[in-house]
Antibody, heavy 120, light 107 residues
Framework: QVQLQESGPGLVKPSETLSLSCAVS?????????WGWIRQPPGKGLECIGS???????YYNPSLKSRVTISVDTSRNQFSLKLSSVTAADTAVYYC?????????????WGQGTLVTVSS | DIQMTQSPSALSASVGDRVTITCRAS??????LNWYQQKPGKAPKLLIY???SLQSGVPSRFSGSGSGTDFTLTISSLQPEDFATYYC?????????FGQGTRLEIK
């Protein structure tokens, strides 16, 4: 059973960097698939932030590309998200998930999500 | 980016009803369309991928159809656990984009 678990601070100050990690169990990231980050502002819809392959190849949403870095650590079977220069508009539930079929493919396994609030 | 538009935004229905939700893409996405169900406080759950393929473990009352720009999700006979918000997602090109969601409520 594939499981994903997000971790990281729930509160980030404006202009600082949001950092989250996603630990994967039940499947080795090195075996394949793209692994992505998706966010959902409170009461709103879903937005793909970007995804990464075990080789390190990444795809980023152009609207966030200048502020986003996604990295992978295959030895720890986890991948991470950094979002810089955050504002209140970045307050959201952040999910990690597995894309199957392609970098932007269907998301078949999801973490439970973690709420990150941007506030001073 | 490809824009995805769902209709209706909200829908009231009764247990046993047949329900259809529509998703339209701003350009052709072939059959690269997926459907998700999300309940409050939970992560989305994949129901349908590639427009009409049922994800493993999803009840057969859920079905999807369409290609190009117009797609539908149909629930043949609503069950109490189906009341939730439904999202479509295009996976034709990066960045993948979602519709705004359809909230399915109990009448």
């Amino acid at each position: 059973q594939v499981q994903l678990q997000e971790s990281g601070p729930g509160l980030v100050k404006p202009s600082e960097t949001l950092s989250l990690s996603c630990a994967v169990s039940g499947y080795s990231i090195s075996s394949g698939f793209y692994w992505g980050w998706i966010r959902q502002p409170p009461g709103k819809g879903l937005e793909c932030i970007g995804s990464i392959y075990h080789s390190g190849r990444t795809y980023y949403n152009p609207s966030l590309k200048s502020r986003v870095t996604i990295s992978v650590d295959t030895s720890r079977n986890q991948f991470s998200l950094k979002l810089s220069s955050v504002t209140a508009a970045d307050t959201a539930v952040y999910y990690c998930a597995r894309h199957f079929r392609a970098a932007a493919g269907p998301l078949d396994y999801w973490g439970q999500g973690t709420l990150v609030t941007v506030s001073s | 980016d490809i824009q995805m538009t769902q209709s209706p935004s909200a829908l009231s229905a009764s247990v046993g009803d047949r329900v259809t939700i529509t998703c339209r893409a701003s350009q052709s996405i072939s059959s690269y369309l997926n459907w998700y169900q999300q309940k409050p406080g939970k992560a989305p759950k994949l129901l349908i991928y590639a427009a009409s393929s049922l994800q493993s473990g999803v009840p057969s009352r859920f079905s999807g159809s369409g290609s190009g720009t117009d797609f539908t999700l149909t629930i043949s006979s609503l069950q109490p656990e189906d009341f939730a918000t439904y999202y479509c997602q295009q996976s034709n090109s990066s960045p993948s984009t979602f519709g705004q969601g359809t909230r399915l409520e109990i009448k």
